[in-house]
């Protein structure tokens, strides 16, 4: 464990923070431009991958485990997100044979 704490302070904090920025930053985009609901969970789960890694780099930065505590419960919560997420999908391409969200105005009464 000492030395997966030296591996991973050997790399500078900024490059952590800028490849957690950059990978969010897809999720985000994910989010906003997709139009397939798969897709949109799959960009949501991009963006809980970029906090958890920020959560346990400043956890072992710090010497602190609270850190990966959190990240623990954040896993927890994404699999959470992926079942009632992937409950939602098929029973939306049950009643209209399609995942667009777009398609989803029809489902209202």
């Known amino acids: 464990m000492e030395q997966l704490t ?3 302070q050997s790399v500078p904090l900024n490059h952590y923070i800028l490849f957690s920025s950059i990978i969010f930053a897809i999720g985000v985009i994910g989010v906003l431009i ?3 609901a798969i897709v949109i969970f799959m960009s949501i789960e991009l963006m809980l991958n970029a906090v958890n890694l ?3 780099v400043f956890s072992v930065y ?3 485990p609270a850190g990966q505590v959190f990240v623990f ?3 927890a919560l994404a699999a959470a997100e992926v079942a009632v997420g992937l409950a939602i999908i098929v029973m939306v391409y049950r009643n ?3 995942i667009d969200i777009n ?3 029809r489902l209202k009464w």
């Open 6 to 8: 030296q591996t991973i």
């Open 96 to 98: 209209t044979h399609s």
């Open 34 to 36: 997709r139009r397939n």
């Open 103 to 105: 398609v989803l105005n």
């Open 73 to 75: 419960f954040v896993m």
């Open 62 to 64: 710090h010497g602190d």
């Open 54 to 56: 920020l959560l346990a």
